[in-house]
């Protein structure tokens, strides 16, 4: 299924995108998309008969503002130098573990939500990247197949990161990726029974229209179902968790000076084959 939630920002419904590309409501049927309902066999159920009745009223889309596809999100995982084309674009050697940070959950907005470049900023920088979504609470997990049947669905996430602040003010990496709007989610959290190999995905993005990034997650060093046992040897991961996987290469940061970052006006646009498209026009904060 495609589950996503419409509606202004903090006043989203949700919604369900039918398999003939038609915007149904599911207000009727479940509260939000959330933690609740993807730890909820029983009411996934009933959403996919549902959906497959043909019975659920449908949505006019025209001005209709997609927001991010999952709510009250308990907290963003994520995975830096993930990829072994951007560790060697970076200068980076491939990391022995996972490189793990945090961004806030208020850094998430939807997938075509304005992007703010933050005060005083010169090195804002693009990232797209798989996002996996929690269904079951992983604790201590023993095995990278156990880390997968925990996963309830995909989505493409925009890691917007600031790179001075993440590497040059003596610090960790969360300064420069926890600025307000610095994770454009969605447009819809794909089920994980239509994505049968996480490892297979095309993923690229474009700034102004020209190609940037151009990669695919068989190129990732640590595989979802392997970051998802890592993380719950360090820490629990509950449904509605987010865990973003990492970027592959094409970043401003891995290009010759002058580095091209993002500057007001710029517009980036992201997709993962399967998982949908994002458009954000970024602007100053």
């Given at each position: 299924?495609?589950l996503?939630?419409?509606?202004?920002?903090?006043?989203?419904?949700?919604?369900?995108l039918?398999?003939?590309?038609?915007?149904?409501?599911?207000?009727?049927?479940?509260?939000?998309?959330?933690?609740?309902?993807?730890?909820?066999?029983?009411?996934?159920?009933?959403?996919?008969?549902?959906?497959?009745?043909?019975?659920?009223?449908?949505?006019?889309?025209?001005?209709?503002?997609?927001?991010?596809?999952?709510?009250?999100?308990?907290?963003?995982?994520?995975i830096?130098?993930?990829?072994?084309?951007?560790?060697?674009?970076?200068?980076?050697?491939?990391?022995?573990?996972?490189?793990?940070?945090l961004?806030?959950?208020?850094?998430?907005?939807?997938?075509?939500?304005?992007?703010?470049?933050?005060?005083?900023?010169?090195?804002?920088?693009?990232?797209?990247?798989?996002?996996?979504v929690?269904?079951?609470?992983?604790?201590?997990?023993?095995?990278?197949?156990?880390?997968?049947?925990?996963?309830?669905g995909?989505?493409?996430?925009?890691?917007?990161?600031?790179?001075?602040f993440?590497?040059?003010?003596?610090?960790?990496?969360?300064?420069?990726?926890?600025?307000?709007?610095?994770?454009?989610?969605?447009?819809?959290?794909?089920?994980?029974?239509?994505?049968?190999?996480?490892?297979?995905?095309?993923?690229r993005?474009?700034?102004?229209?020209?190609?940037?990034?151009?990669?695919t997650?068989?190129?990732?060093?640590?595989?979802?179902?392997?970051?998802?046992?890592?993380?719950?040897?360090?820490?629990?991961?509950?449904?509605?968790?987010?865990?973003?996987?990492?970027?592959?290469?094409?970043?401003a940061?891995?290009?010759?000076?002058?580095?091209?970052?993002?500057?007001?006006?710029?517009?980036?646009?992201?997709?993962?084959e399967?998982?949908?498209?994002?458009?954000?026009?970024?602007?100053?904060?």
């Amino acid at each position: 299924m495609k589950l996503l939630r419409v509606g202004t920002a903090g006043a989203e419904r949700p919604a369900l995108l039918d398999a003939g590309g038609t915007l149904r409501d599911l207000s009727g049927l479940v509260a939000d998309i959330d933690g609740a309902l993807l730890a909820d066999g029983t009411a996934l159920d009933r959403v996919r008969a549902a959906a497959e009745s043909g019975a659920l009223p449908a949505l006019d889309p025209a001005g209709l503002r997609i927001g991010p596809p999952l709510g009250r999100i308990g907290k963003v995982v994520c995975i830096g130098l993930n990829y072994h084309d951007h560790a060697r674009e970076t200068g980076a050697e491939a990391p022995s573990e996972p490189v793990v940070f945090l961004k806030a959950p208020d850094t998430v907005v939807g997938p075509h939500d304005t992007v703010l470049i933050p005060r005083g900023s010169v090195k804002t920088d693009w990232e797209v990247e798989l996002a996996v979504v929690i269904g079951r609470t992983a604790r201590c997990l023993d095995s990278a197949e156990e880390g997968l049947a925990h996963v309830a669905g995909y989505a493409v996430a925009h890691d917007v990161s600031e790179r001075e602040f993440q590497l040059e003010r003596g610090g960790t990496w969360d300064k420069g990726k926890n600025c307000e709007t610095f994770n454009p989610l969605g447009p819809w959290l794909v089920t994980a029974d239509e994505v049968p190999d996480p490892q297979r995905l095309p993923l690229r993005l474009w700034v102004n229209g020209e190609l940037k990034q151009d990669g695919t997650t068989a190129d990732q060093i640590f595989p979802v179902g392997e970051v998802v046992r890592y993380l719950s040897r360090f820490m629990t991961l509950y449904p509605g968790d987010v865990v973003n996987t990492g970027t592959p290469a094409g970043v401003a940061m891995g290009r010759p000076e002058p580095k091209p970052y993002l500057r007001a006006g710029d517009v980036v646009e992201l997709e993962i084959e399967g998982l949908g498209r994002q458009r954000q026009e970024l602007k100053d904060a």
